[in-house]
């Protein structure tokens, strides 16, 4: 059975990949220089149709917003040609001119680093490669216009919870995964302002201008450190934790509304391979690793925001 679901998900990954390069052919995205908010995502080198599908669905749905990618360090020059041909005015940051300070290397902690710098001038908004904006997303828009902080959720924590609850119930979970040992903790965490903590997904969050800094995300780094040990606090997904604790901190946050922004298939939302139990309920998906190519569902909506919203390069 293993062997047949991964031989199904890389055929399905080879069928969303043969749509997701249609993305080259619709109308480019001129990035706002002007725009009070900066839209951010780090890319590699054969994600980059993927992250044009994200970017541009979200920006077409958003408005007027400048484009920030962060090189993971395999874009090619060819790659850069195609993101100035598609993303006009875009910048691209190299991920060795991000310094990350007190933080772990690695595993997105540049990518949020990066965010924090922005953040200092600019609403910086994280959109994941993976990610597909499929309808209207007023939440967002109106959250970006009241200067409140957002992330996406699940239907269990919809909603911001005391730090001293996140870290009781955590302690009954059967699991060694970095972000629940961060959890277990966060009660002896002492930052200003961290009362209450947002159980949120980095693929889309929203940080507003100057709510953070990298002072603070240099502290929590150094108590996690100190309360994990450098080998765990270096695992993969302590940034996701850093992320929803830089958003609990911010006066104005909130978890955005499930089903209508979801991790598709985390939890499933019923027949997950129908386009059709999410188009007309759902804004925005985040297509999960996990769960990516598990059906044919990312490549069929993908070819819809295609057809429908992005529109052909030269109407």
Known sequence: MKLFNKLKERRNKKRFNAVAA????TKPIKADKSAKVVILSQVYH???????????????????CDIEILDDGSLTNED??????????CTV???SAVDTQQCPTGNCWERL???IELSQERYVIQVDTDTLTIAAIPEIVNAVKNDCAFTIGNPIFNTAVSTEYMSAI??????????VEIERRLNEVELENFLEYCRGCAALAGFPSKAVSMALLNRFSEQMNTLLGSTKWNEWGSEQVASNV???ICKDKQILPWPKYANY???????DSAPETFAGKCASLHFIGSHRFSTRCYEKLADQVIKNILGTAGD
């Open 170 to 179: 955590s302690n009954n979970w059967k699991s060694n995964h970095v972000q």
């Open 93 to 95: 940051t190299h991920i």
């Open 113 to 115: 680093v990066r965010i």
């Open 22 to 25: 249609k993305v080259l052919n």
């Open 46 to 64: 054969s994600a980059l149709d993927m992250s044009l599908l994200a970017l541009k669905s979200f920006a077409v749905h958003f408005g007027p």
């Open 246 to 248: 830089m958003i609990s």
């Open 265 to 271: 298939g985390f939890p499933s939302q019923g027949d």
């Open 80 to 89: 850069y040609n195609v993101i100035e041909q598609q993303l006009s005015g």
